[in-house]
């Protein structure tokens, strides 16, 4: 395990604010598993016996349907964790997770955490502030489904992948735009043509890059009342 490994695990929202001591007692338990892209890293129903920590790439999780369709719960890259909840209760994870890159990850044993829990309380709200980002970023999701457009879905994706808050900007989609269209509650179809409508605020997307002239008429473009342009038009 690398030094570069240690400090985003050390800086991982979940690690982040424990008691050294604890860290380093988890850390030296932990184990480090490659996965390239569309390996599979568990199944939903498995029982989930460790709590993954992403070091590199980018995972998704994703639930199949009865009629075979794929619904995106969540995609995570970097210094996020995912699977606490399950794993402190041994239980069968109620999600899929896949490597949609080349990634790494980290595995802390749910046992050993458990144990530490029991020992050192205050190492709870930690596992609490992770569960409720979680529970946060789902809330957000459904808010955006529900109170955003397609394209303005969109824009809040692409500026929140741009460096810098203004000027122009140059970024890198993450991930297949089939993903980014499951993630962000969309069909393939819908986001090709919600690229298109930002052409209109100064975005261009070729591939996998996407050129964007402005960050600050993509932020208004992402928080404007869609009601406005019905306002306008009557």
């Known amino acids: 395990m690398d030094r ?6 050390r800086n991982s929202l979940l690690l982040s604010k424990m008691p050294e001591g604890v860290v380093d007692a988890l850390l030296a338990e932990a184990s480090i598993r490659s996965f390239s892209r569309g390996e599979t890293v568990f199944l939903q129903g498995e029982e989930a016996s460790v709590i993954h920590v992403v070091l590199d790439g980018w995972v998704k999780l994703y639930r199949v349907a009865a009629n075979g369709n794929e619904a995106v719960v969540n995609v995570f890259t970097r210094g996020h964790s995912f699977g606490e909840a399950v794993a402190f209760r041994l239980r069968p994870y109620p999600v899929s997770a896949e490597a949609v890159t080349d990634c790494k990850l980290m595995q802390l044993s749910a046992r050993r955490f458990i144990a530490l829990l029991k020992k050192e309380p205050e190492v709870a709200v930690s596992v609490i502030a992770a569960t409720f980002q979680h529970l946060h970023d789902l809330v957000g999701q459904v808010e955006q489904i529900k109170a955003q457009t397609g ?6 994706f692409l500026m929140r992948l741009c ?3 203004v000027g122009p900007c140059a970024v890198t989609l993450p991930y297949d735009k089939g993903l980014i269209a499951g993630r962000l509650g969309m069909k393939p179809e819908s986001l090709s043509r919600a690229f298109s409508k930002l052409k209109s605020v100064g975005v261009h997307v070729s ?6 002239e402005s960050v600050e008429a993509l932020r208004d473009y992402a928080e404007a009342d869609p009601a406005d342009a019905w306002s306008k038009s009557s």
Not at 4 to 9: G, I, K, P, R, S
Not at 207 to 212: D, F, G, L, S, T
């Open 207 to 212: 591939r996998h890059h996407a050129e964007i």
């Open 163 to 165: 460096p810098d808050e």
């Open 4 to 9: 570069h490994h240690l400090e985003t695990a």
């Open 151 to 156: 394209a303005q879905r969109v824009a809040d």
